[in-house]
DNA sequence: GCGACAG
DNA sequence: ATCTTGTCGC
């Protein structure tokens, strides 16, 4: 099994699927969240498609008032709310009872046809193996990348810091700004920033502002399958990355503050007089020499590449 | 019932 | 990450 440096996967349109597979639900039947995310392949989705649901542009053709809590309750509805939406069941002969619960035995429906594309990035992800050893060299220059998104979540502000590493300050910085086609679900954060990301690499690059290491805010190895957005990133721009998360998406913190997952390590939580933050490896970078270098560069809570990414994005992403 | 699964 | 249409398990 071929492990690394895989082309990267074509990101589906989960928008457009959401839209399209609740239109093939039958009249008189309900589908659920769940239900809906399960057909894109992840069922851990199924905030997502609540999310995408509730921005239908378009309810005569999308009929969103059909996909109901996986209890049973209505749920919400933007255009009406829960009254308008348990009408809008009643008129298809549906039966709510007094309180609020429809019989899923009797109406749900989730025969979908897909092709899964979210089943097809966890296998991606599942096959995916971060390159993980010593940075070797002696480290210069350290860069930080974040992401800010605008309102409606559809574009982002990335910003690359460049920081000398001894003086723990700012060189320079890049900005890229792009739209945003792929929703934020946990475990999949790659699939919604790589494309922003890269871009941004790439045009730092093209300026000679690019670092020996970059900070990313989110995780490497701390991930289910060892594959958050800091080792794609480095996989896919063959850069070294190192993964900081200001909260834990799996594993368990230890007395040693070591972050375990099936007995293994993955990453530290690193406290110094402020909330935690979660470090990982992420491409050809290791465990301790990351925790050592974001360790020295935090004068806050994040690191100061980081931090500077994200007051600089966020700022930007405001005008 | 409440909290969790990065951003 | 913004500004909130989930689901499951402890």
């Known amino acids: 099994m071929v492990k690394k440096r895989e082309p990267f996967p074509e990101i589906p349109d989960l928008y457009q699927m959401v839209y399209e597979l609740i239109t093939y639900i039958p009249k008189g039947r309900v589908s659920t969240y769940g239900a809906v995310a399960e057909a894109l392949g992840d069922k851990t989705a199924a905030r997502a498609v609540g999310k995408i649901l509730s921005e239908n542009s378009n309810p005569e053709l999308y009929p ?62 599942d096959r995916f193996m971060p390159e993980i050893e010593s940075i070797g060299s002696a480290i210069r220059t350290v860069g930080g990348v974040d992401v800010s998104y605008s309102g409606d979540s559809k574009n982002a502000v990335a910003v690359y810091t460049l920081f000398d590493f001894k003086m723990n300050k700012m060189l320079d910085y890049t900005i890229q700004s792009d739209k945003i086609c792929f929703p934020y679900i946990p475990s999949y954060l790659s699939f919604r920033e790589l ?36 080792s794609m990133l480095g996989a896919v721009c063959g850069i070294k990355t190192i993964g900081v998360a200001k909260s834990l998406l799996c594993g368990t913190a230890g007395d040693d503050n070591f972050i375990r997952m099936n007995n293994k390590v993955i990453g ?52």
């Open 64 to 125: 969103c008032y059909k996909i109901v809590y996986s209890d049973g309750a209505v749920g919400n509805y933007r255009l009406g709310g829960v009254t308008e939406k348990s009408r809008l069941l009643s008129a298809d002969g549906i039966k709510i009872s007094d309180d609020g619960i429809i019989d899923l035995k009797r109406y749900f429906f989730g025969n979908f046809v897909s092709d899964k594309p979210l089943a097809r990035l966890h296998e991606y992800q």
């Open 195 to 230: 494309p922003i990301l890269s871009k941004l690499i790439e045009k730092a690059e093209l300026g000679k502002k690019s670092a020996d290491v970059v900070l990313v805010d989110g995780n490497g190895l701390i991930h289910p399958r060892n594959s958050g957005v800091a």
């Open 268 to 319: 530290k939580r690193i406290t110094k007089g402020f909330k935690p933050v979660f470090v990982s490896a992420g491409w050809k970078t290791d465990l301790s020499e990351a925790a050592s270098i974001v360790s020295e560069m935090m004068i806050r809570r994040l690191p100061e590449p980081l931090r500077m990414a994200h007051i600089l994005s966020k700022s930007l992403m405001a005008n």
